[in-house]
């Protein structure tokens, strides 16, 4: 933080938090425009399985990071699986990333969830470290195959 800052304010995302969310994501190379992450938060903010949190310094979205709850084979009981995770570059080294991830593991805990897993892309040796000091470990390799266009409600 900057001298005389306090720590971020960590929430939930707002539709009008759409803009932030769209430049944050296109930073990690999931680039969409304001309106079409607008049409994503709606259909996540509505789902009782989803949630995103946002960091805000100063009023100013900074970071975010969001998580949905799900069942598997491989455990008993539920499960957390963080759908990404971004600061704002200029705002990285200075806590927010801890913040946001403390805040999403307290909610996967709440949510009766026994693990949290996260994919990272390989390119990003950075967050890898920051991973492994929160205490996550590798376990695998990410496999994705595109199956066509994403169907609309």
């Known amino acids: 933080m900057e001298p005389g800052m306090s720590g971020p304010v960590v929430r939930e995302a707002l539709l009008d938090d759409a ?8 930073q990690l190379g999931y680039p969409a425009s304001p309106d079409e992450m607008r049409g ?9 399985d989803y949630v995103t949190f946002v960091a ?16 598997s084979l491989e ?9 990404g995770l971004v600061v ?18 307290d909610w996967i805990r709440q949510q009766g969830s026994v693990i949290a897993v996260l ?9 890898h470290r920051f991973y492994r000091h929160l205490g996550y470990e590798e376990t695998g ?8 266009s994403p169907v609309l409600p």
């Not at 994919?119 to 967050?127: D, F, K, L």
């Open 19 to 26: 803009p932030a969310v769209s430049r944050l994501l296109g």
């Open 40 to 48: 994503r938060l709606q259909a996540l903010i509505n789902h009782p």
């Open 56 to 71: 805000e310094i100063s009023g100013e979205v900074v970071g975010l990071v969001g998580a949905q709850i799900g069942y």
């Open 75 to 83: 455990v008993t009981g539920r499960y957390g699986r963080l759908t």
């Open 88 to 105: 704002e570059e200029r705002w990285r080294g200075k806590g927010i990333g801890g913040s946001l991830m403390a805040r999403i593991e």
């Open 119 to 127: 994919a990272s892309g390989s390119h990003y040796a950075e967050a």
């Open 141 to 148: 390799i990410r496999f994705v195959k595109r199956l066509g």
